[in-house]
């Protein structure tokens, strides 16, 4: 759950381009409106009655949330009282099926499953993972909602050698990292598919699977005898800090263990 408010709403981006993050605390009633992007989120307290596309609804604690784009909608809070909410809106373009754009059916949700994986999505975006963690964390979020679009059959697997190549470009620290997107649609399958294809084959997803590449770049960069901090930023992490964090939890060890083994 996010930090308390110090304003009625507050907006941050995500790393992956296209989300948005919005966190909100509020007794204001919102005249008919709509928005762009499809929106999904989960009440964290209160509770808040609209009139939507949809039909007249009613949301409370620990329920999610639905908007699609151009639907027209209001939001008036119950009792009077405050509600405290977290959304996404997310840009087309982060979806497999681009025509027809899908739509949430339902604009309310009792789902303890799917909100646990809007949290963990929110969570990880909020704490400015990487953009490829962010969109593995979104894929699993959209192919569990229910929406008019139709899911690849189970039995659709991504090609080994897709997933060969996807694995050397995850290990490529002279190119930028790929997207999930840009990995599936090379192998031909949804991003939900190919997560769990690269995950069946390699044992990590691949965002996982990125940064064990990047935390064993940083070791033998600090076996060579570089500084801890160079050798974090060369390997691609956003500090040294960030780096000692990975190397603790992965290793046991500190990056300036490392070094001083190094010196001899």
Do not use: C, K
């Amino acid at each position: 759950m996010a930090a308390p408010l110090t304003r009625e709403f507050e907006l941050a981006r995500s790393p992956l381009p296209g989300l948005r993050l919005v966190v909100a605390d509020t007794r204001r009633h919102f005249e008919r409106h709509t928005h762009a992007e499809h929106g999904i989120g989960v009440i964290d307290a209160g509770g808040q009655r609209s009139a939507s596309g949809r039909g007249p609804v009613e949301a409370l604690r620990g329920e999610v949330i639905t908007v699609n784009p151009g639907e027209v909608h209001d939001g008036v809070p119950m009792q009077g009282e405050a509600r405290r909410w977290r959304m996404v809106y997310l840009d087309r373009s982060l979806w497999d099926q681009a025509r027809p754009a899908p739509e949430w059916l339902r604009p309310v949700l009792s789902d303890a499953r799917l909100v646990r994986l809007f949290d963990a999505l929110f969570a990880t975006a909020q704490r400015g993972d990487d953009a490829l963690a962010v969109e593995e964390r979104l894929a699993a979020l959209l192919q569990y909602a229910p929406t008019t679009a139709v899911a690849p059959s189970e039995s659709v697997s991504a090609p080994l050698r897709a997933l060969a190549e996807a694995r050397e470009r995850l290990a490529d620290d002279d190119l930028p990292p790929p997207s999930l997107g840009a990995l599936a649609a090379r192998a031909g399958v949804s991003r939900y598919r190919f997560l769990r294809a690269f995950a069946a084959a390699y044992g990590l997803p691949p965002h996982a699977w990125a940064a064990q590449q990047r935390l064993a770049r940083a070791e033998r960069l600090l076996a060579q005898g570089h500084a801890p901090a160079e050798a974090a930023l060369a390997a691609g992490f956003a500090d040294q800090s960030h780096l000692t964090r990975a190397l603790r939890r992965f290793r046991g060890y500190t990056p300036g263990q490392l070094a001083a083994m190094a010196r001899g």
